[in-house]
Every structure is written in structure tokens, then in C-alpha cells.
């Protein structure tokens, strides 16, 4: 095996708006309250390898509310992803995710609505990496 490092080694979540709006509409449906798009993009975030799954596949990477305002990656948000309040959360959002892959499935029109989502966002990503 050759691993070769490179400048983009975590690409950015490519976001996809047919999916993220199907996730949206199940955790509202299970009562769990979303900030707004403008909010969550101007928000703090960090890298993930997640990003570069996202551009072989459609996919979304909510973040959700599990009881606390303790920050990510920290003691005290350890301490709070293992408390029985974050675990209503966590259960909730997993229903949430569930919901959504179910919709996939069984819902033709949206998947079809994703891949296209998907398709656009990678051609506009080539476009701007070749205008860089």
C-alpha cells in the first residue's frame, strides 16, 4: 500500500439539500427543533473525513442536541453524551436518521431528487477547483 498525502487530504462536507430537507422533516415530525440554515453554516466547524465520503456518495452530517451546551470533543461533552438525558436525544435523532433512509428507499422521486442534488454540487466543486 502507497499513501500519498496531499493538500486536501478532508475535503468539505458536500452538503446535499434533498436529503438534508427529507432528515429535516422526520426529526420535526419527532419533535426536534433545528436552528436555522444561516445559522448552522456560519457556525464553528471542523474538519472530518466525512467530507470526503460525501463526494463518492449523497450524504448529510447533522450535529444534534443531546442535553447540554458542553462544546465537542471536550471532558464535560463526554460526560453529557453519556447521561441519561442525551440518550432521549440520540434516540430520537437515530429515529429521525432512520426515517430518512426509509424515504429513500421507498420513495423514488427523492432519491432521484438526491443524486441530481448531488451531481450539481460535485460539477460546481470541479468547476471552482479549476477556477482556483
Known sequence: ???KGGTHDYYNVLPNKSLW????ENGKRLGIEF???DAMLKGPSGSTDFGNVSFVVPGIHPYFYIGSNALNHTEQYTEAAGSQEAQFY???TAKALAMTALDVI???EL???IREDFKLKLQEEEFL???E
Open 111 to 113: 432519491l432521484e431528487r
Open 106 to 108: 421507498f420513495k423514488p
Open 21 to 24: 430537507k427529507a432528515y429535516v
Open 35 to 37: 436552528i436555522s440554515e
Open 129 to 131: 477547483n479549476s477556477v
Open 90 to 92: 440520540t434516540l430520537r
Open 1 to 3: 500500500v502507497e499513501i
